[in-house]
């Protein structure tokens, strides 16, 4: 079945460090892929998306390119602000063949930004 | 703006005690969700419905059953809450579609004790 395996926390960085935050998926057919965040005490939130090979997605300064071939849609930002301390979900929408669509979020990654 | 709202954010129950988590979309969404949050686990679906009175099972839908009588309003109940059901609830929903964005409301901690 479909799946999404994103690296495990926590991530812990410096203000202004690079960020990566991998994400790869499994899935029968050709999914959308999102990146959702999750501030403290909050609900997810639409980060970014892209719908299908080669898109790049971004918001806020943040990346994510669709990798077919790898299968992975990898977060990055190029300088981490403390305020972007959140968890961060990768997921898949794909659908179920019934005009239904199935969301599949991996297990999430925490990150923490040091000032 | 969207708006997911869960009527409870805190709540704390006892064993046993039927337990109802309700959740209210603004933007005619078709399709409702209910989520719990563990530590570790992610996000896991416990029940969806994608139109009105219509609803399937997820991954982990035992001890959970819910209700969509109204296009706006989706129920989550807890017919004899348990603590192995202490967790983080999470609703959501969006329009049905490829690719579109899911809107989760800020989610009810719910403790069983």
């Keep these: ?115 | 703006d969207v708006k997911v709202t869960q009527s409870s954010r805190y709540l704390v129950k006892r064993t046993g005690e039927k337990v109802f988590l309700e959740c209210v979309q603004d933007m005619d969404h078709e399709n409702m969700f209910w989520y719990r949050q563990d530590p570790g686990l992610g996000l896991r679906l416990i029940y969806f419905s994608y139109d009105v009175k219509m609803k399937e099972k997820g991954d982990i839908p035992e001890g959970y059953s819910v209700s969509r009588e109204k296009k706006e309003r989706f129920s989550l109940i807890l017919e004899s809450a348990s603590t192995n059901q202490t967790s983080m609830y999470l609703c959501a929903s969006t329009v049905t579609g490829d690719a579109n964005t899911i809107y989760f409301g800020e989610g009810s901690w719910l403790t069983v004790v």
């Design chain 1, 1 to 115: 079945g479909d799946s999404v395996t994103q690296m495990e926390g926590p991530v812990t960085l410096s203000e202004e460090a690079f960020l990566t935050i991998n994400c790869t998926y499994t899935a029968t057919g050709y999914p959308s892929l999102f990146w959702y965040v999750q501030y403290p005490g909050e609900g997810l939130q639409l980060l970014l998306k892209a719908t299908k090979a080669d898109d790049k997605g971004s918001n806020k300064g943040f990346e994510a390119t669709y990798r077919k071939e790898t299968t992975s849609f990898h977060l990055e930002k190029g300088s981490v602000q403390v305020s972007d301390s959140a968890v961060y979900f990768c997921a898949l929408s794909d659908p179920r063949g019934s005009g239904t669509y199935k969301y599949i979020f991996g297990t999430g990654t925490r990150l923490k930004v040091l000032a």
